[in-house]
């Protein structure tokens, strides 16, 4: 297994994986508007035997600060692994890389919303944490699943902070 860039060739692969890791075509549809949009930041793929198996997609998020400013990281997800390799460490492998390519980049942050459970392990933590919540969450009701870790440098002091996706990737 090794886990590379994307490349036009692995499209089909992504997508037929997609909808095979989750139970509509949504994610599949995003990752696709996301390329479309040129906001695929970074995306990633896990191959095993010349078959796609994982992937991994960071795309840019800004995040609009109460003194007026703006501050600019990335946004983790979709993230998915074929059913038939799930737990072999194969999602870790894709987040990890990319994790450590966008750091090198020089990447403040990264963002994600998804289960604390599985994103701790890398170091994410609450957005809330550092006063920071997701624009399309104004009732809190994902706040614990909205999570942020620093890439380069300590957690930066914007106050408070609404966060937004590229327009792409809520426009699916
Ligand atoms: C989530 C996903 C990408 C993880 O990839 P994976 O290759 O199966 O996971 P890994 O083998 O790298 O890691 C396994 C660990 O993750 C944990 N894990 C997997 N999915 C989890 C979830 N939804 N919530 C919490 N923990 C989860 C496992 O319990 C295991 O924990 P352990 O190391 O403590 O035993 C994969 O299961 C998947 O594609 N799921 C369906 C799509 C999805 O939900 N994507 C994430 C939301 S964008």
Not at 18 to 37: I, M
Not at 155 to 162: E, I, K, T, W
């Amino acid at each position: 297994m090794q886990i590379r860039a994307f490349s036009p060739d692995d499209e089909t692969g992504v997508d037929t994986l997609l909808k095979a890791a989750f139970p509509g075509p949504g994610e599949a549809r995003l990752v696709t508007a996301l390329r479309a949009a040129d906001a695929d930041t970074l995306e990633l793929v896990a191959e095993d035997h010349g078959q796609v198996v994982g992937c991994v997609m960071f795309s840019p998020v800004t995040a609009r600060c109460d003194d007026g400013s703006e501050r600019h990281g990335v946004g983790l997800g979709p993230v998915a692994v074929i059913p038939e390799h799930q737990a072999r460490g194969i999602g870790v492998a894709l987040i990890e890389a990319g994790i450590s390519y966008l750091t090198t980049l020089g990447v403040p942050w990264c963002v994600v919303l998804g289960e604390p459970d599985y994103y701790q392990r890398f170091g994410f933590t609450a957005a809330a944490s550092w006063n920071w919540s997701w624009a399309g969450d104004p009732d809190g009701q994902f706040a614990a699943a909205f999570q942020v870790r620093a890439l380069n440098g300590p957690p930066p002091r914007s106050g408070v902070a609404s966060l937004h996706y590229h327009p792409a990737f809520l426009g699916v």
